[in-house]
């Protein structure tokens, strides 16, 4: 969530700030969590990242992007569910030097892109998706992309629909999984009832060790998953927008699914992967890892990326240890 990513941003700006320092009392409400997606702009900008706009016909895709300094192919990051593109920022940020250009994508829906102007429906969701995508990378050399649960769902159909765009996948705890009706089900009430009624629940889910400033977060979580806009893409959730098996069978390119033992959101749904997934899918099973890894550990997520663009990456050399950023 946008708090603890906040904080680990800052602990990157500053090692001396700590979580025991904790956090002025005040409750968050809609424009609170504006704030926070401003403020974390703002900070982005400050670290050189600019904020951007791809113009499509259902509407405007939000993305940040900044120059790295490396060889490794431009990466673009989507988030999950909820999330913001902002939010991967303890990832993407230590993965700057050795990239070419990091992109990170607000899907529609959420942070600062639009919904569809033409309603929210799994088909304009992914038209806006699409034609801003290609507006994104219009003279892109081919991608490392990277997707988070929502986020990889969108990843495998970018990947399956313009393969000559993208050289790498890499997926963290993908959505999308052809589950049952019932399965799904029961995901959706996860996602609308226990954000609003039992948002505590909710937050146990996503982290091992919650922090001190819990109560915020699942302020956060209730404001967040109470949009309409965000309501109203949960009415999207059918069987029939699932990923299908040929769907994965599909893909041609080196990709790592990263899914953590301690997923406790999904911690069903990647059997539907380990059977359809292409022999070629390298699987890592982080004993400690969460659903949203970038929130608790996303040093050893940017490391896994790192090393896998580098296993396929030979003309890239690289020129030191993955630290934090200054």
Known sequence: MALSSMLKYRHL??????????????????????FLQ???????????????????PLGRLHYYQAEGSGRLPPMVFLHGLSAHAAELAPVFRRLRRYSQRIIAVDLPVHGFSDAPNTGIFDETMSELFYHGMNQILEKSPPIL??????????AIRYTNRHPDKVRLLVLSSPGGAGITGEQ???????????????????????????????WMIEQEVRVRFARPELRELLKQFHTDHLLQPEELQQIQQPTLLIWGKQDRLLENHLD????????????????HFTHCPYMETPQ????????FALLHCPEATRTGPLTAPH
């Open 184 to 214: 799904l089900h029961q995901l959706g009430e996860i996602f609308s009832h226990h954000t609003q009624f039992k948002p505590g629940s909710f937050v146990e889910r996503l982290y091992n060790k919650p922090p001190l400033y819990r």
């Open 13 to 34: 700006k500053n090692p001396k700030i700590s979580q025991s320092q904790g956090l002025d009392p005040f409750m968050p409400t809609p424009q609170i969590s504006r």
């Open 272 to 287: 539907f992967f380990k059977t359809h997934m292409p022999e070629h899918v390298k699987l890592h099973e982080p004993a």
């Open 145 to 154: 992309i990277f997707g988070n649960s929502l986020g990889g769902l969108g």
């Open 300 to 307: 050893e997520l940017a490391q896994k990326i790192l090393h």
């Open 38 to 56: 401003d403020a974390f702009r703002q900070l982005l900008k400050l670290d050189g990242y600019t904020s951007h706009y791809a113009e499509t």
